[in-house]
């Protein structure tokens, strides 16, 4: 693993701003791999920002995971957060963004659907991804075993906690389960950029880089991909 450190969150994400902007300039029909939540909420300020800079017609997203029984409109859900954040901003064109539909009567087959849109688009080039201070990756929380492929996953509390401000606060009311990428479907990503910043993340990130591989933290996983960049603030990097 490549690891990066910077000064602070608005350093790592212009640093990572300039990463996927220029990866989109040397390759227009990137298939971009995208997460939600709090850690890439300045790399998509950034890229806002810039929209200008970089046409993003011929560029394709797949976005990590989604609540399940949340419709694309529904404003708690991801697809709600990517439009605000990105979507809405930048000249991508609409056809060309994947989404996990939560709200699928099927909720297995749209996993199925998800992976083959995946494959279709000849696999994802880039994928950003976050990190939960359990270890998780996507929602694919710590077990004794991991999901390869996208799924419906169970959602600790913990996890269902660190989204209630996208639902007024009460983690009760954060749905129980989400459909989420696997971890090969994560893994068969070209390059992946893993951000973390913040104190709270120093255990995960020290487990993920210098621990034992194990399902106990997803993102130990990691280590075996060829081409992982990891970028952090000095808190996150704390325990390295
Ligand atoms: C989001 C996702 C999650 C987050 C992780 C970190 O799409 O898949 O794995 O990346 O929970 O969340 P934040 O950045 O809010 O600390």
New binding site residues.
């Given amino acids: 693993m490549n690891i990066e450190r910077f000064e602070d969150d608005e350093a790592l994400s212009a640093a990572l701003a300039t990463h996927v902007l220029d990866t989109i300039v040397k390759r227009p029909s990137l298939v971009l791999g995208l997460?939600?939540?709090?850690?890439p909420l300045g790399f998509y300020r950034e890229l806002r920002e810039r929209s200008g800079r970089v046409d993003w017609s011929r560029v394709r997203t797949f976005?990590?995971?989604e609540f399940a029984g949340l419709d694309s409109l529904n404003p708690n859900s991801?697809r709600a957060y990517m439009q605000a954040e990105l979507f809405d901003h930048v000249s991508i064109d609409a056809a060309n963004i994947g989404f996990l539909n939560g709200a699928a009567s099927d909720l297995k087959a749209e996993c199925r659907r998800y992976e083959d849109a995946i494959e279709a688009a000849g696999g994802i080039d880039l994928q950003i991804?976050?990190?939960?201070a359990n270890g998780?990756?996507?929602?694919n929380e710590p077990a004794d075993g991991l999901c390869a492929h996208t799924h419906i996953a169970e959602l600790e509390q913990e996890?269902r906690e660190?989204n209630a401000e996208r639902f007024g606060g009460d983690w009760t009311t954060v749905p129980e389960r989400a459909l989420s990428m696997g971890m090969a479907t994560i893994l068969n990503a070209r390059e992946i950029v893993l951000i973390a910043t913040g104190a709270e993340k120093a255990d995960a990130v020290h487990g993920m880089i210098e621990g034992l591989i194990t399902t106990r933290l997803p993102a130990s996983l990691l280590q075996v991909h060829p081409r992982v960049t990891v970028m952090l603030d000095g808190a996150a990097a704390g325990k390295l």
Avoid at 129 to 132: D, F, M, N, R, Y
Avoid at 136 to 139: A, K, L, Q, V
Wanted: cysteine-free; proline content about 0%.
């Fill in positions: 997460a939600t939540g709090r850690s976005n990590l995971d991801y991804l976050g990190i939960g998780h990756i996507g929602f996890s660190a």
